[in-house]
């Protein structure tokens, strides 16, 4: 069950940014498992560069924020779920490569496919018909 506040804030992002409450959830879920402290990716010196609900990337959706910003859960749902929209606007009817450029980045995803990350992109489409059943906007 998705606590009440955390799913306010997607419920928002869903209507802010056009974007399925349960593709937000279920990307929150692959991401971070709802771990609003979640810190992951670290660089070569072992400094994390992804945080929050939705993992964003200093380097990438994150970029330009402060590691403090992007552990806010309301923030960082907005902001990543705007990400999300950008992947899914850059490739309309194709739901799998969307997935796969909010994990790889919209090049990767052009240049690699969804294929490269096939178990992220599976995972995220098999959470998103769970919380399609739980999310009811």
Known sequence: MIEKAILLAILLASRAF???AHLIAAVIDQES???VLAQGDKDSEGNYHSFGLMQLN???AGHGYLPDQLLDPYFNIMAGTEYLKAC???F???LRLAISAYNQGIGGASEKGWGANRTYV???LNLMSKYEKEIKP
Do not use: H
């Open 18 to 20: 056009d974007v399925p």
């Open 33 to 35: 498992g709802f771990n």
């Open 58 to 60: 200093l380097e990438g």
């Open 88 to 90: 899914m606007n850059a």
């Open 92 to 94: 309309p009817n194709n």
């Open 122 to 124: 599976l995972n995220v």
